[in-house]
């Protein structure tokens, strides 16, 4: 994997930086066709609210697009990722953080996984995870680095067989899958659940294509035969369907056709 630290072509960062002391640091993970990111703004967006939600300074954007430029081959025309961590950097006296923080950008340039066109013909077969989030968290909304929660459901997940896991939140309700928002068809209406832990960069495309068409709103895991179609969305995948949820099962359907076509023509990832 070829990684920029701080614009330097290197591989590891100080025993004592604050992301792998206390996790303190955000990140964004960054679909890029080609040598455009057409959600780059969005994705900066949200990366400037969290390093200032977490009081970390945020890397000038410019900088951010000059790196990826230089880990992106030039002969590029295909998909890839790339993922912009920014950590607290080195410095502090436990807890408490340097006076003056400066901090330290990762960039670690990633093949784009051939599972996401198999997923989005096929659909997804997913689990309900024992782990719940906590929606009213200090934290909630920010894509911020600690994700034990996440791999601890990924593990659940591997270890049943799905492809994804769904996580409630703690009313019960469908939350979020593990790494995507949701989107759910009840009837006329479209639900995306406002517990998710992690405000999506996909979902807020989503939101504003749509505009007052989607709602907020979710389900009882006693309420899933009232859904005609589950749909999974975030900025990498894209929109992919659910066609199962545990033993329920779900049919890709027209909703999930049309958003498909459009992510297609209008993102073109």
């Not at 024992?130 to 200090?138: C, L, P, T």
């Amino acid at each position: 994997m070829e990684t920029l630290i701080d614009g330097a072509l290197q591989d590891s960062i100080p025993a004592d930086d604050r992301a792998l002391l206390f996790g303190e640091s955000v990140f964004e993970t960054i679909a890029f066709c080609g040598k455009s990111a057409p959600l780059w703004v969005r994705h900066m967006r949200r990366l400037e609210r969290a390093t200032a939600e977490l009081g970390l300074a945020m890397p000038d954007a410019a900088i951010l697009a000059s790196d990826c430029a230089r880990l992106i081959p030039e002969d590029n025309e295909g998909r890839l990722i790339i993922r912009i961590s920014v950590t607290g950097g080195s410095g502090g006296q436990g807890y408490w953080p340097p006076t003056r923080p400066k901090s330290r950008r990762i960039l670690q340039l990633r093949p784009w996984p051939e599972t996401f066109l198999q997923q989005r013909l096929q659909g997804l077969k997913t689990i309900i995870s024992r782990f719940r989030i906590q929606s009213e968290g200090a934290f909630a909304g920010l894509k911020h680095g600690s994700r034990l929660l996440q791999t601890q459901a990924a593990r659940e997940c591997r270890h049943r067989g799905a492809d994804e896991a769904l996580l409630l939140d703690e009313s019960g309700r469908l939350a979020e899958a593990l790494s995507s928002n949701l989107v759910l068809v009840a009837g006329e209406r479209l639900l995306t659940p406002a517990s998710a832990d992690v405000a999506g960069v996909g979902l807020s495309w989503l939101r504003d294509r749509l505009a007052n068409s989607l709602e907020f709103g979710s389900v009882k895991t006693d309420q899933l035969e009232s859904l005609s179609e589950v749909l999974v969305i975030n900025s990498v995948a894209g929109i992919r369907s659910v066609v199962a949820i545990e033993n329920q099962s779900y049919q890709p359907g027209p909703v999930a056709k049309e958003l498909q076509s459009i992510w297609n023509e209008e993102v073109s990832i």
